[in-house]
């Protein structure tokens, strides 16, 4: 048995990736999109009969992109995502812009605003996560949305405050990014991966019914140890990878052995990575922007 269907018997995998071609081709529990993976599909060719088909649909003279009015782009990014459903069994992540990550009223425009095109374009919307980063506004707003029916998925975690506060409102799933935990702090196991099995640990005690996401890895090791999270998010690189890799060994649940660290070393450095995140989340979504602009003056 490889590695990758070692972890669909353990867990949901959910594919790093807007690449359709890719994804028609493998049966992936879900999907997480962002601008630079759909900047990346557009840039490899593999969106060229959507977007043809995209642009001659649709009104090329409303805004570009807006916080509140419906734009092009928000017609582009609900247009890709009807395309990508039908390939995957579970829910897609669809991310605002960032840089309304710190303002309220704004997520939830945005998010309703996401919703009503997917209704508009025959969407279930039951199978859309409203991708947020975990600022205090963010997660507000995701608790606030639930009583819309919207459901949401917070990113860029990276301390327990975030995590509790999660919890505490019942958003649907958070992600915990493993790897720029690890890269930022050391001790005697993996930082990033330690950290999630806190997450795990502190669900399970008090019974929470938030889903955990672990996200942005940095090596196969980390991934295996994390496979009882309820989702793996993981790249199509490290995807390969698991395809290729068997395993030989016997893995269970009950024999999960971690320790606790020092949660104030996340706690002090937990604001620069959020801000950090947000800052290229906004720089890619920026990116996609303007190739589109460039796309539509030349079409």
């Given amino acids: ?71 092009f782009y928000d017609n582009l990014l609900i247009f890709i995502a009807g395309n990508l459903i039908p390939f995957i069994k579970d829910k897609i992540s669809l991310e605002i812009p960032a840089r309304i990550s710190y303002n309220y009223n704004k997520i939830i425009i945005y998010s309703k605003k996401l919703i009503y095109l997917c209704n508009l374009f025959g969407i279930n919307t039951k199978k859309i996560l409203i991708k947020i980063p975990a600022t205090n506004s963010g997660i507000i707003a995701a608790s606030k949305l639930k009583n819309f029916g919207i459901e949401c998925n917070l990113t860029l975690i990276f301390d327990m405050n975030q995590v509790k506060k999660c919890f505490d409102s019942g958003i649907y799933l958070i992600s915990p990014f493993v790897g720029r ?46 496979f009882f999270c309820d989702y793996l998010t993981i790249s199509p690189i490290f995807f390969d990878k698991l395809l290729k890799t068997n395993i030989n060994y016997n893995i269970y649940k009950k024999k999960i052995l971690f320790k606790n660290f020092n949660l104030n070393n996340l706690n002090n450095i937990s604001y620069k990575l959020l801000l950090d995140g947000i800052k290229q989340f906004e720089k890619d979504h920026n990116n996609l922007i303007n190739l589109l602009s460039l796309i539509i003056n030349n079409f």
């Fill in 181 to 226: 935990i690890s890269d930022k702090t050391c001790c005697f196991y993996d930082s990033g991966v330690n950290f999630v099995k806190n997450i795990y640990d502190y669900k399970s005690s008090f019974n929470f019914k938030t889903k955990i996401m672990a996200a942005s890895f940095r090596n196969i090791n980390q991934i295996l140890n994390l």
């Fill in 1 to 71: 048995m490889n590695l990758f269907n070692f972890l669909k018997k353990n867990t949901k995998i959910s594919i790093d990736s807007s690449d359709i071609n890719f994804i028609k081709k493998y049966n992936f529990d879900s999907l997480t999109s962002n601008p630079s993976l759909i900047l990346s599909s557009i840039l490899n060719k593999s969106y060229n009969k959507i977007l043809l088909n995209f642009l001659k649909k649709f009104n090329k003279n409303i805004k570009l992109d807006s916080d509140e009015e419906i734009s």
